[in-house]
Nanobody
Framework: QVQLVESGGGLVQAGGSLRLSCAASGRTFSSYYMGWFRQAPGKEREFVAAISWSGGNTAYADSVKGRFTTSRDNAKNTVYLQMNSLKPEDTAVYYC????????????????WGQGTQVTVSS
């Protein structure tokens, strides 16, 4: 099992940047594929980004491609989401999630979730 704790959310003006972190417990973090998702009020949770166990492969939703970057440091049991050129429509609770075997953009494929961190982008 793995436990996940997100941090780094906050209030930022449009065009600004934030870096989210997701710290994982457990000695097998490097074997997990990690995903980032977000959920805005009244909307379904949606895929943002994913990263392979090694960090060598990443994937992004079209809405964030070119603005967001995910990375990981397996020595620190941490995965990151660097968010640049933020827009008001990026406002949501951001979650990190973990799964074994492969990357996935689907919410239901992930077994482990953090509690989420709020990101608010003002116009």
């Amino acid at each position: 099992q793995v436990q996940l704790v997100e941090s780094g959310g906050g209030l930022v003006q449009a065009g600004g940047s934030l870096r989210l972190s997701c710290a994982a417990s457990g000695r097998t973090f490097s074997s997990y594929y990690m995903g980032w998702f977000r959920q805005a009020p009244g909307k379904e949770r949606e895929f943002v980004a994913a990263i392979s166990w090694s960090g060598g492969n990443t994937a992004y939703a079209d809405s964030v491609k070119g603005r967001f970057t995910t990375s990981r440091d397996n020595a620190k049991n941490t995965v990151y989401l660097q968010m640049n050129s933020l827009k008001p429509e990026d406002t949501a609770v951001y979650y990190c999630a973990a799964r074994r075997l492969s990357s996935s953009p689907y919410v239901n494929d992930y077994a482990y979730w953090g509690q989420g961190t709020q990101v608010t982008v003002s116009s």
